[in-house]
C-alpha cells in the first residue's frame, strides 16, 4: 500500500517531535503492510514550510530508515493549507507536488469560510491538480455534497482520513465520510498520521472494519501508485 498522506517527518508541524518519533511511525507503517508513504507536513501562513527544508528532512530520514532496516520508502511532498495555497505562486506550488509529480494535497479547511471551494476552483483554472484532502472535516463539504461533486467533476481527486471511516473524529465525519465514498467521490484513503497513538498509522483494517474492503486495493494501492508516477491513473479517472 501507499500512504499519500503522513506528518511523519521531525520537527517540522505537529508531527513526531525527533527522529526517533519519526522511526517508530516508519515501523508500524511497514507492520500495517504500507511500503511507501508520502511525507506531507503542514505547510500554512502559521506553519511556512517550504520545498528544501522538506527535502532535506526526507534525506535525513531515508537515511535512518536505511540504517536501521525498515523496509519503508519515503518521498517529499506537503499538505497545503488552501488560504496558503492561493497565496503561493504557480513554481512554489509545483515545488510542493506529491512525490515531484503534478498533483498537490491542499487541506479543505476545518473551519467554515464563505470562499472555500471557489478557493480551490481558483486554484484549479490556475492549473492545479488537486487532491482534496480530508473534505469529511470540513464544514464546507459536510452538509452539501454537491460541492465535493462540482470539484471532482472538474478534475479533483479526493483523500479521506482512514480513521474518519471508523469513527475517530466522532460519528457525524464518519457518516459524511462513508457517504462520499458511497457516491464514488473518494479516490484515496490516508492515514494522516501524527505518531504512533492518538493518530496512528494504518490503512487496510480501518477500510475493512467500515465495510468497504472490496475497494481497499484501488483506495491505497491503484490510484495512489498513479498520483506518484508508478501506473497511469486507472480507468474512469481523468485528470484536470
Known amino acids: 500500500m501507499i500512504d499519500l498522506h503522513c506528518h511523519i517527518l521531525a520537527g517540522l508541524d505537529d508531527g513526531p ?25 503542514h505547510v500554512t501562513c502559521s506553519m511556512p514550510n517550504d520545498a ?13 530508515l536505511a540504517a536501521e ?32 509529480g503534478p498533483w498537490k494535497l491542499v487541506e479543505a479547511p476545518l473551519r467554515a469560510g464563505e470562499d472555500t471551494a471557489a478557493d480551490f476552483r481558483r486554484l484549479q483554472r490556475r492549473g492545479h491538480r488537486l487532491l482534496i484532502a480530508h473534505p469529511e472535516r470540513s464544514p464546507a463539504f459536510q452538509g452539501d455534497p454537491a460541492v465535493l461533486t462540482g470539484l471532482v467533476a472538474a478534475g479533483a481527486l479526493v483523500q479521506v482520513t482512514a ?10 465525519v464518519q457518516r459524511v465520510a462513508r457517504d462520499f465514498v458511497h457516491r464514488g467521490l473518494v479516490h484515496v484513503v490516508a492515514s494522516d498520521a501524527h505518531d504512533t497513538t492518538r493518530r496512528a498509522p494504518g490503512l487496510r483494517a480501518e477500510i475493512d472494519a ?16 498513479a498520483l506518484v508516477g508508478e501506473r497511469q491513473l486507472p480507468a474512469g479517472l481523468r485528470a484536470a
Open 17 to 41: 517531535a525527533d527522529l526517533d518519533a519519526s522511526l517508530a511511525m516508519a515501523r508500524a507503517h511497514a507492520d500495517a503492510g504500507v511500503r511507501r508513504v508520502v511525507a506531507t507536513p
Open 52 to 64: 528544501p527544508g522538506i527535502a532535506l528532512a526526507v534525506a535525513e530520514l531515508e537515511l535512518a
Open 69 to 100: 532496516a525498515i523496509p519503508l520508502r519515503v518521498s517529499r511532498g506537503a499538505e497545503i493549507g488552501l488560504a496558503r495555497a492561493v497565496e503561493l505562486d504557480d513554481p512554489a506550488l509545483d515545488a510542493l507536488a506529491l512525490a515531484g
Open 163 to 172: 480513521g474518519a471511516l471508523v469513527g475517530r473524529f466522532g460519528a457525524p
Open 210 to 225: 467500515a465495510g468497504f474492503g472490496d475497494r481497499a486495493e484501488w483506495l491505497t494501492r491503484d490510484v495512489p501508485a
